[in-house]
């Protein structure tokens, strides 16, 4: 095979040497394609990004602008209020200063010293005075329930006549007669003596009583815990119980703990035993004599 010429080396040297540089500018575009595809990919991203910024920057615009309707309605609602409390106030302050300056007015001050002088606050003859005058309205009221009970005392002899009236006045007065008020009292001494001690001293008095009473509901409540397995702190449980309930409901409710807690702590009863007697063994039961018929 013949030496290839020197021309021909040349130019087998300078094609390696274009396809080499080809191949390099071929690298060198698709690493600018790939910066350029970066790039955009940015740019598209940086753009989503601005909108949406853009888009929360709208939204917080108008809640903003919303937020500051709504402030300034309630701004004048609170100044509408306050406008009108005002001229409720200089109403008002207008209406007591035309009472201070009536003549009625003035009236009611002068008769206002004069009972301040002759009876001051606090004084024997003021309290006797207001005790008085307690009396008279107390003496009122019933002569006011006497006169509704007349009137109908009078409807009803009206409309049954005087026998059933007289009946229905007596029985009135029985009931009246007959109602008197339950003496808690003597009703616990006399049931629970035991639990009471001061009842037969001569300086026995209210306050020593209602003391008495009340360490003696504490114990029965200790007891009546302890029972029931309660943890409870029983001054305050009666504390509340007090607080919860009137006098004569309070002293009915300890006659119902003191029952309880004799209840509780009684021994217990052994039952009857009853020994069993065969049936032959019972007395026979005599028949029923027959009547016979007229």
């Keep these: 095979m013949p030496e290839p010429t020197l021309e021909q080396k040349d130019l087998s040297k300078s094609h390696s040497t274009m396809q080499l540089t080809v191949v390099h500018l071929l690298e060198q575009i698709s690493r600018r394609d790939q910066r350029i595809a970066m790039a955009t990919e940015d740019t598209q991203r940086q753009k989503r990004e601005i909108s949406l910024q853009a888009a929360r920057i709208a939204g917080l ?75 008279l309205k107390n003496i009122y009221h019933k002569l006011k ?94 504390d509340a119980l007090k607080a919860a309930f009137a006098e004569d409901k309070y002293y009915q409710m300890l006659e119902d703990l003191f029952s309880f807690e004799q209840f509780i702590t009684a021994e217990p009863h052994k039952n009857p035993v009853f020994e069993i007697i065969q049936t032959a063994q019972l007395p026979k039961h005599a028949e029923p004599t027959r009547r016979r018929r007229i």
């Design 145 to 238: 329930r006497l006169a509704r009970l007349a009137q109908k005392t009078r409807e009803f002899l009206a409309v049954n006549g005087a026998g059933k009236t007289l009946l229905k006045i007596v029985d009135w007065i029985k009931f009246i007669l007959t109602k008197k008020k339950r003496n808690y009292r003597s009703v616990l001494i006399n049931k629970f003596p035991q639990k009471f001690n001061t009842h037969g001293s001569p300086f026995f008095t209210s306050k020593k009583w209602k003391d008495e009473v009340d360490s003696a509901a504490l114990a029965a409540l200790r007891e009546v815990l302890t029972h029931m397995k309660m943890s409870v702190s029983e001054s305050n449980l009666l």
């Design 61 to 135: 615009e108008n809640a903003a602008r919303i937020a500051g309707l709504e402030n300034a309605a309630q701004i004048a609602g609170l100044e509408q209020a306050a406008r009108i409390l005002n001229a409720q106030y200089s109403e008002k302050e207008q209406k007591l200063a035309e009472i201070t300056n009536s003549k009625a007015w003035k009236i009611v001050l002068f008769f206002r010293g004069i009972r301040e002088r002759m009876l001051p606050i606090g004084s024997p003859q003021g309290r006797f005075a207001r005790y008085l005058l307690q009396g």
